[in-house]
């Protein structure tokens, strides 16, 4: 059973890889074995990830990447393939959460707007566009998508980010319902409240761990379990499916709102 969890011999590229959540899905997934590509905006994070999976004993390419400019996700693929020939899996991570919270709608922006839904939905769009049929002709592929909780709930002043995470969920079953036939499989992570440098700079307000029902927040070293499994043979008849790791938040449904009723409620 634990062969099929085995990454050996698999070339996977993963966005915004070299910061955050993403930096430990991708060491993680080299320490299952798997070779590979990590792109980001900044050169020295993925440069740094890339050293590491190196020393691990795997292969690893840094590529400096903008993932809402379509001719870099481009050369992207392009450069991978030419390096390792194929490209197994895609991971769909890059995203931004500072600067996506705490604004009125009316003070939102139109280059506000463009950046949130780019950066976490259109990128995903992109990247998929352009290795999906590179899977299709090989008859198998898997694309691994990052949403959030905030994709299936509202936030107060949360719009580009949880529209575009809940675009990511709608892009999930899309590419699920129309590529399964050809070998492809697409899945999505739904993190809760995890604690990063982004989150850190993030203006939105976010939960505490007493709100959790676990007790505690998330740790980033807690995705690369359940991304080597989504990248691994254990995963092949799963498509369309949604993984929640966020120590039980959505488990009472999409709730909390941040609301709270003015008076107590007597019962």
Not at 70 to 92: H, I, M, P
């Amino acid at each position: 059973m634990l062969e099929t969890l085995s990454l050996d011999g698999k070339t996977i590229v993963i966005t915004g890889g070299g910061t955050g959540l993403g930096r430990e899905m991708t060491l993680a997934m080299a320490r299952a074995g798997a070779d590979l590509v990590v792109a980001g905006r900044r050169t020295g994070p993925i440069e740094e990830v890339a050293g590491l999976v190196r020393e691990s004993g795997r292969r690893a390419l840094a590529i400096a990447t903008d993932v809402t400019d379509s001719s870099q996700v481009n050369r992207l693929f392009e450069r991978a393939l030419g390096e390792f020939g194929k490209v197994d899996v895609l991971f769909n991570n890059a995203g931004i959460v500072r600067g996506q919270g705490n604004t009125p709608i009316w003070e939102i922006t139109d280059e506000d707007w463009r950046l949130g839904i780019d950066t976490n939905l259109s990128g995903a769009f992109l990247c998929s566009r352009a290795i999906s049929k590179h899977m299709v002709d090989r008859g198998t592929g898997k694309i691994v998508n990052v949403s959030s909780g905030f994709g299936l709930r509202g936030g107060r002043h949360n719009y580009m980010y949880a529209c575009a995470k809940g675009g990511i969920v709608q892009l999930t079953r899309a590419l699920a319902t129309s590529l399964g036939r050809y070998g492809v499989t697409s899945t999505c992570i739904v993190p809760g409240f995890i604690p990063t440098q982004g989150t850190d700079e993030s203006r939105m307000e976010l939960p505490r761990g007493d709100f959790i029902p676990i007790g505690r927040v998330g740790y980033p070293r807690e995705l690369g379990p359940i991304a080597v499994f989504l990248a691994s043979a254990a995963s092949d008849y799963m498509s369309g499916e949604m993984f929640a790791i966020d120590g039980g938040g959505l488990a009472g449904g999409y709730a909390p709102t941040g609301h709270a009723p003015e008076i107590p409620l007597e019962v």
